[in-house]
């Protein structure tokens, strides 16, 4: 069974660094599936943020990919994310997920519990 | 961008009703790669349906999902106590992935 875990910071400076870190226990993250980051907050629902494959290879949302960064960690099975220039707007709960590939891609299958980020000084 | 826009924004049923949920998106969803969750407060969402008609590993089969190109459904074919929460569409056939803005079902 697949578990993800996110840890980081809860609270985060306007204009600082929200830098968060999922750790995948139960299996490989050397598989063939994709690591993402998905937030959810009261005014944007949910919103994916990017993914990373194995190989370090990453895709970002658009709308964030100025201030985004998703890295992959295949020795400590953890993939991480670091988002810039933080404001309010940025105040969600952040979710790390897998997005499996068996031959066909199946969707975020397995989610992390979330962790809560707030923005303020 | 593909923007999906779920309906109703709420869906008020009684135990043992059947739940219609709609999805619809900007432009044709590839592969049909659809996905259907559902959230209960406090927690992540749950994957329910992939592939815009599979059920995932562990779903019960009163959950169904049906539907291709830019209109999708998911159906509750009798409503536990257990299944009112909300529910999201979202779309992971092209980047950036995109999600519903979700239905609440709620007891009537």
């Known amino acids: 069974q697949v578990q993800l875990q996110e840890s980081g910071p809860g609270l985060v400076k306007p204009s600082g660094t929200l830098s968060l870190t999922c750790t995948v226990s139960g299996g490989s993250i050397n598989s063939s599936d994709w690591w993402s980051w998905v937030r959810q907050s009261p005014g944007m629902g949910l919103e994916w943020i990017g993914e990373?494959?194995?190989?370090?290879?990453?895709n970002y949302n658009p709308s964030l990919k100025s201030r985004v960064t998703i890295s992959v960690d295949k020795a400590k099975k953890q993939f991480s994310l670091k988002l810039t220039s933080v404001t309010a707007a940025d105040t969600a709960v952040y979710y790390c997920?897998?997005?499996?590939?068996?031959?066909?891609?199946?969707?975020?299958?397995?989610w992390g519990q979330g962790i809560l980020v707030t923005v303020s000084s | 961008e593909i923007v999906l826009t779920q309906s109703p924004g709420t869906l008020s049923l009684s135990p043992g009703e059947r739940a219609t949920l709609s999805c619809r998106a900007s432009q044709s969803v590839s592969s049909n790669y659809l996905a259907w969750y559902q959230q209960k407060p406090g927690q992540a969402p749950r994957l329910l349906i992939y592939?815009?008609?599979s059920r995932a590993t562990g779903i019960p089969d009163r959950f169904s999902g049906s539907g291709s190109g830019t209109d999708f459904t998911l159906t509750i074919s009798r409503l536990d106590p257990e299944d009112f929460a909300v529910y999201y569409c979202q779309q992971y056939g092209g980047s950036p992935r995109t999600f519903g803005q979700g239905t609440k079902v709620e007891i009537k």
């Open positions: 990373t494959y194995h190989s370090g290879y990453t």
């Open positions: 997920a897998r997005e499996a590939v068996a031959g066909i891609m199946i969707g975020f299958d397995y």
């Open positions: 592939g815009a008609t």
